[in-house]
């Protein structure tokens, strides 16, 4: 993000794309060739915080990435089970070179790019296969069933949990490059299908050029967009349980995905495809959140969405404080207008950086806030656009303001919301140019009822605080009638990965003591997994067990500790009964 | 219902309650005192329809059921039982009583009622269970498992798949009595926290009058209402994932229940109760459709709405044709102004009944909808109403109007709708007054996708009518972007319950061969539960088998086949491989 140019010392920003098969190419987010940096006062604000100086600021005290990936872990994959692979996909889909290893052996949790800016290699595939087509991957799943081989899969690459890491070698499906194809398309039903590998643009642009692509009548959208849209799968959507900043409106990807289909170590099948049923448990919602532990997810059925940008209402509003926003948040939710498609709403600290990132600070509004009785560290930005028909997206932006005025919030117009949306899928780059010098940033969810909201927000927020010199904000951004996700994400000099791993675990500890569910949407992985059977409770967790039975009794399938299913006794973090 | 004397001869229809203890006081739909019998042109069309004449309806060539129940089959359970259950529950509450035993040993599904009437008694609990709390619920359950007990659950009654029928004797949980308390109520989240039994008016009246009871500050709806309704428990709707009229907008009881807690033989356990989360396979969505299986369902939280009846806008329209009401329903569920709270659209056969059930046929309308291209036996009635906040409702309403024009649908104003709202809950009257004299009425419903409706209803109808002189109505009425149910009812003379099965057998024959999905919202029970496996697959109902072996290991809970679990092997209906 180009910026304006610094009128004092600017800090030696990485601007150059990373070299070809370098490790910067791995870890580093995205488009090798966009960069995003603070701008000047922001980087002041840092320094302030952080206790760091411009000199912190010359040179990188850690490792930047930019040699060639070399490995001296060498593949153990048998020969014989190479050229069975080779058979299935073509031998130029089957890899075992260092570079495609280590490629698809992490993810894009700090913890990920911290381990590999200190060559901390603690997993790898012993090969990497492109799978082209569904049949393909129901042999490799067969095979590695019966050969007992582990098998994992790299859809986007986005986990924060560590979801994809091998942690047992084996076999690493990368669906990035061929799995990403469009099965078939329904206008009347208004639903796709595609392959797991399918990432969030190619399906976006896939289906608001409906018209073009197949003809259809009108343009749609997926309705689904995470921070990590760029680099995420409609797979890893799916198994992760995963949420897009738009699900107010349009749901969490398991109210989106109609039908599944699946590779296991029992067999293949397509789960129903009907809005609703009453034969027994459903498995549609059984499958979503299984993590690749039950098998490989093949295809998907997505409900779409008509694409009518034209309808759609920004709005940002200051609040006074906290618990009046939580309060005007939680009747917009409930009044029954309809729902806004964005629905963002900041603590005060967020507020605090938000307002300086969007450039709040340097105009006259930032002190007439404080004027007006908006305090700076008590004031909450609430900001949002609404989606649907023009009736309905009116109806609703119409009631949103109606109760802003109730609860004595200033309009700030819809400036401030595009500025968010300008920013909203690009924030990650900011993370690797800031690690360069040793400052890390990461985020950890959960979801709360509006009644235990007030409560999680303090005890966790005073856990993160207990770091000295960390900014911490806080926001929610999937709400209900019921409650929200709340957002924790905190920025502080750190930059190994136990002095992270430590930190994370103490934030982790908070949300599970707080009694917040651990995840909304992030998904549990290897990461999270310790916290989980605790957090359940035993008799309920052991449903996951009986399902892992049932599915791969062979424990084949993305093993060492996914959603918690392989982990060592010892390794698990206290349970419920211990908590209240 | 009273209507206009008959000018003709009238029917001996019974008006009178039935006898204290009587079999008729067991199989005849609630209130004893209420009465529903057909107008005279509704009865004279039936008897054209059915060749019968009024010689047929002279006297009863049935049972009636007046006689005190007393039954040749005694109580088996041990004393050292009945002692333990006295112990946990009181004595009062413990009864081997034949009509007690009789009063739950049966749902509402016409083979139900005719077995009744034919004195067919195949399965009776050996005792009956009146708790009165959690807690007693839990004990029973361990002490069932313990000792190896058929455990069963009687809620609300209105079951029509034979889900409560104690097929293997032992005991049966009557939750009407006791088990039907409000546990808490929490405004800041809108939910509410019930037990079991607790019925669909009671929880409803509870809401409404919220000021009154919890000192709430507005009135609350549970905005569940299936036909059912008035013998319907909040567990019943919970385990079998039942559906209200009103689901298009405020959802299926799947969308509705927030949490739940279970007895089960491995242990107790409440579900997690946040709106959504990402922390593995959803343990709600697997216990909703256990259908009693895994344990007893002891409280359900749900979400709670505004009570809002003064903004509800009612209509009601008339298409030319089915082609066109379909296509027409499918943009009004797909455009995106929100969802109507009733949305009924009713084929030609029904709504040819329908118009006549409403009076229609008596008013000039009848002639001049003829007239004015909309014919009879072509033309298809759709009507409803809109809830939520008052620009929302208005919004939906207004849109609704919008596209019925567009289609060229001519507007029956408020009036039709109005009349359905009469006679919602109460038509299961009329089918008791009808089979006093051999004439029998049920329901089958399933799910489709708007691109297989067409043919689901085609196909589905063919083997319905292949009986000949039997009324068979359609119409959909829970609606989704993707799809809708679609609900097939038929009238015919028609007396044995074994000539029922035949025919409610090949139904669901057709309905599984049409590739919909064999239940929206009634289960499975033991009535349905041959067509399961094969309806969903192999491994797939191997799924349930797993879950059934982890928390029920001793098949205790709910046995006999419910939803297929042991259900012998040559009692099931052919595989969804053989079909396609």
């Given at each position: ?140 799943v067969?095979?590695c069933t019966?050969?007992?081989?582990p098998l994992y899969v ?108 699946y590779a296991t170590p ?24 299984s993590e690749g532990t039950f098998g490989v ?251 892992k039975?049932?599915f791969d009794?062979k424990y084949n399938m993305n093993p060492?500790?996914t959603?918690?299913l ?15």
């Open positions: 993000m180009s910026t304006k140019p610094y009128k004092g010392f600017e800090p030696k920003w990485i601007k150059e794309a990373a070299p070809k098969d370098s490790y910067r190419s791995i870890f580093r987010w995205g488009d090798p060739n966009f960069v995003k940096y603070p701008k000047e006062s922001l980087y002041k604000m840092m320094k302030d915080k952080f206790i760091m100086t411009d000199d912190d600021f010359r040179d990188y005290p850690v490792d930047i990435g930019w040699e060639t990936v070399q490995l001296t872990q060498k593949s153990n994959m048998d020969e014989k089970h190479l050229k069975f692979f080779r058979e299935v996909v073509g031998d130029a889909y089957v890899s075992t070179a260092d570079y495609n290893r280590l490629a698809v052996a992490y993810g894009k949790t700090a913890y990920d790019l911290l381990r590999l800016r200190e060559r901390k290699i603690d997993s790898l595939p012993d090969v990497v296969i492109y799978p082209d087509t569904t049949e393909q991957v129901e042999k490799i067969a095979y019966e050969n007992d081989i790299y859809g986007g690459g986005s986990t924060v949990t560590r979801g994809v890491e091998p942690i047992k070698g084996g076999v690493s499906l990368d669906m990035r490059m061929r799995f990403n194809k469009v099965i078939s398309f329904n206008e009347v039903d208004q639903t796709i299908t595609v392959q797991a590998g399918m990432s969030g643009p190619k399906l976006e642009e896939t289906l608001n050029n409906a018209v073009e692509n197949f003809g259809a009548k009108r343009a749609y959208t997926c309705g689904h967009f995470p921070q990590s849209f760029e680099y995420s799968s409609v797979g890893g959507w799916t198994v992760t349980r995963g949420a897009g900043q738009n699900s107010t409106y349009y749901g969490c990807i398991t109210d989106i995905v109609l039908s599944q289909k029992i067999g293949n099948f397509k789960t129903s495809h009907y809005s609703r049923e009453a034969t027994g448990p459903n498995l549609n919602q059984i499958m979503m959140g997810l093949t295809e998907v059925t997505l409900r779409i969405f008509r694409y009518m940008p034209e309808n759609r209402k920004r709005f940002s509003y200051i609040f006074k404080d906290w618990k009046t926003a939580m309060d005007a948040g939680r009747e917009m939710m409930q009044c029954e207008c309809g729902f806004s498609s964005v629905f963002r709403l900041s603590d005060p600290e967020e507020t605090n950086l938000m307002l300086r990132l969007y450039n709040v600070d340097e105009t006259p509004l930032w002190k007439l806030l404080d004027v007006t009785g908006f305090k700076d560290m008590e004031r909450c930005l609430f900001l949002g656009f609404t989606d649907g028909e023009k009736g309905y997206s009116a109806n609703v932006a119409k009631n949103i303001r109606r109760i802003a005025k109730k609860y004595g919030a200033m309009s700030l117009t819809s400036f401030v919301c595009k500025s968010w949306e300008k920013g909203r899928f690009n924030d990650p780059y900011l993370r690797d140019t800031l690690m360069d010098f040793g400052v890390t940033t990461d985020t950890l969810e959960c979801t709360v009822n509006w009644s235990n909201m007030a409560q999680v927000h303090a005890d966790v927020r005073k856990v993160c605080k207990a770091l000295p010199n960390t900014i911490v904000t806080t926001h929610m951004s999937h709400c209900y009638p019921q409650g929200a996700n709340l957002y924790f994400i905190f920025l502080t000099k750190m930059s190994s990965s136990e002095e992270f791993k430590a930190y994370h675990t103490s934030i982790l500890d908070a949300i599970q003591k707080s009694g917040a569910a651990i995840s909304h949407h992030h998904g549990i992985g290897k990461m999270f997994a310790p916290w989980l059977e605790g957090s359940l409770g035993r008799t309920e967790y052991g449903v996951f067990k009986a399902l039975n049932y009794p060492g500790g959603i918690g392989d982990l060592k006794e010892e390794d698990k973090r206290f349970m419920r009964d211990d908590i209240k």
